[in-house]
């Protein structure tokens, strides 16, 4: 798995390569998660394996000219997933660094016998009308995270989608049905983290529902 545009394992990592890293532990794979460490740089290279079997690895992210640091970020990706000498890899986001990974990665197929497959994650929409027009991204990386979204979601030997909506657009691009899979988030079993999140929220055993929205676009009385 290439960690998501380099966030930390806290983030989308954390709550959503991972328990799905740790799932497919379960059921005997190994599993691998690269990603840049932008907020702990000092923390790279590293290499540790998290409770439930998963191995992750932090990429260095030198050196500090703008366009080689990012090359060499993306080429450290790909050589780090490609030692684990991995029969699928999973892009988490098709833009951005990981983006790039995967169309460096998708060309590399190309010109060997026997490559990873090519699996593209997607929890958000990022081109027009998503984080494009929410973030002050400059207009070339607007315009180049709008075509690696496209391009990655084409491209993907299979699209795994965080809900339906993304599953409908992933579909209009041309991605047959029978390589989509619906992967909502959602909260980690008991055996792993649950009984640890409970104690921390102090929610002892009694049933819980979390409505986790913004509340602008999901009038709360829907869900009572």
């Known amino acids: 798995m290439i960690g998501p545009f ?36 000092q923390a790279a290279p590293r290499r540790w394996t998290e409770p439930g079997g998963v191995t992750l690895e932090y990429v260095a992210l030198g050196p500090s000219v703008p366009l080689v640091r990012h090359g060499a970020i993306v080429a450290r990706l790909v050589r780090c997933a490609l030692e684990w000498r991995p029969d699928v890899v999973h892009c988490f986001k098709p833009k951005a660094h990981a983006g790039l990974a995967g169309w460096v990665l998708w060309h590399r197929r190309r010109l060997k016998a026997r490559a990873p497959h090519l699996v593209v994650d997607e929890d958000d929409w990022e081109g027009a009308g998503g984080w494009n027009a929410r973030e002050p991204y400059p207009a070339y990386a607007r315009a180049l995270f709008a075509w690696q979204e496209r391009w990655g979601l084409r491209h993907a030997d299979a699209v795994t989608v965080a809900s339906r909506s ?13 390589r989509v899979f619906y992967l909502p988030n959602g909260a980690e079993p008991a055996g792993a983290r649950g009984g640890e999140v409970r104690r921390e929220l102090g929610l002892a055993d009694r049933p819980v529902v979390l409505l986790y929205t913004r509340f602008a676009e999901f009038d709360p009385a829907r869900a009572l």
């Open 6 to 41: 380099g966030l930390e394992p806290k983030s989308t990592v954390r709550r959503r390569a991972l328990p799905l890293g740790r799932a497919l532990a379960t059921l005997g794979h190994e599993v691998l998660i690269v990603m840049p460490p932008w907020h702990t740089p």
């Open 166 to 178: 993304l599953e409908g657009i992933v579909w209009s691009l041309g991605m047959p049905a029978e």
